[in-house]
């Protein structure tokens, strides 16, 4: 009995599948993206402006990154470099960094001097010094304060606290379970991916 088109059609289709199985993965990662592009449109706005001097790379940016994370979180930590990497190698590149403390009561101490810091202009000194000494504390807290030249102890500010609250509610939207999350175009990567993977997504997005 000989095969008919259909069964020749199947079978072109799953030897590709086989010799190629990152068709499967591109295919996923396609229907992730239009998934998420509804939940992302009516919220963009908000995710990828930034409070105050949070933000780092292009003042007129192709390309918008939103990293969403805590001072307290390892696989933030490792991701720093990553990121700083990726500024200086694309030039249409803007990174927004949201607060998000989740892990205790220094990250939520060390969210709340970075806001305002970020309200002084001065978000990437703190930043910057901050990353540098390690996990939050309230050593190395008052150690980056001093190094961007604000208060270890900044005043209840009713804006930082709504970002904070407004932060979490973003994160949720998104199903977000921990840091670091990422949001580039209509991929939301909730885990450290590390350079090729952020890379990759930058570049999907920049193709629109």
Same mark, same amino acid.
């Given at each position: 009995?000989?095969?008919?088109?259909?069964?020749?059609?199947?079978?072109?289709?799953?030897?590709?599948?086989?010799?190629?199985?990152?068709?499967?993965?591109?295919?996923?990662? +396609?229907?992730?993206? $239009?998934?998420? =592009?509804?939940?992302? &449109?009516?919220?963009? #706005?908000?995710?990828?402006? !930034?409070?105050?001097?949070?933000?780092?790379?292009?003042?007129?940016?192709?390309?918008?990154?939103?990293?969403?994370?805590?001072?307290?979180?390892?696989?933030?930590?490792?991701?720093?470099?990553?990121?700083?990497?990726?500024?200086?190698?694309?030039?249409?590149?803007?990174?927004?960094?949201?607060?998000?403390?989740?892990?205790?009561?220094?990250?939520?101490?060390?969210?709340?001097?970075?806001?305002?810091? +970020?309200?002084?202009? $001065?978000?990437? =000194?703190?930043?910057? &010094?901050?990353?540098? #000494?390690?996990?939050?504390? !309230?050593?190395?807290?008052?150690?980056?304060?001093?190094?961007?030249?604000?208060?270890?102890?900044?005043?209840?500010?009713?804006?930082?606290?709504?970002?904070?609250?407004?932060?979490?509610?973003?994160?949720?939207?998104?199903?977000?379970?921990?840091?670091?999350?990422?949001?580039?175009?209509?991929?939301?990567?909730?885990?450290?991916?590390?350079?090729?993977?952020?890379?990759?997504?930058?570049?999907?997005?920049?193709?629109?």
């Amino acid at each position: 009995m000989l095969a008919g088109p259909s069964m020749f059609g199947e079978k072109i289709v799953r030897d590709a599948l086989v010799a190629n199985p990152e068709i499967i993965m591109e295919a996923g990662d +396609s229907l992730r993206d $239009k998934q998420f =592009a509804q939940t992302l &449109a009516p919220i963009r #706005a908000s995710l990828e402006t !930034p409070f105050h001097s949070s933000w780092k790379g292009a003042t007129q940016p192709k390309v918008t990154m939103t990293y969403f994370f805590d001072y307290a979180c390892g696989y933030c930590r490792q991701s720093n470099p990553d990121i700083e990497r990726l500024i200086a190698e694309n030039k249409d590149l803007r990174v927004i960094y949201r607060e998000l403390p989740i892990l205790g009561p220094d990250s939520v101490a060390a969210a709340r001097v970075s806001l305002a810091a +970020s309200k002084a202009g $001065k978000f990437a =000194a703190y930043h910057d &010094a901050l990353n540098a #000494a390690g996990r939050p504390s !309230p050593e190395t807290i008052a150690q980056a304060a001093r190094a961007a030249g604000v208060p270890a102890r900044p005043d209840n500010d009713p804006a930082q606290e709504a970002e904070l609250r407004a932060n979490m509610g973003l994160a949720s939207q998104l199903g977000a379970t921990g840091t670091p999350l990422f949001i580039v175009g209509d991929r939301v990567i909730n885990s450290a991916v590390g350079y090729e993977g952020l890379k990759t997504a930058i570049e999907a997005a920049r193709k629109g």
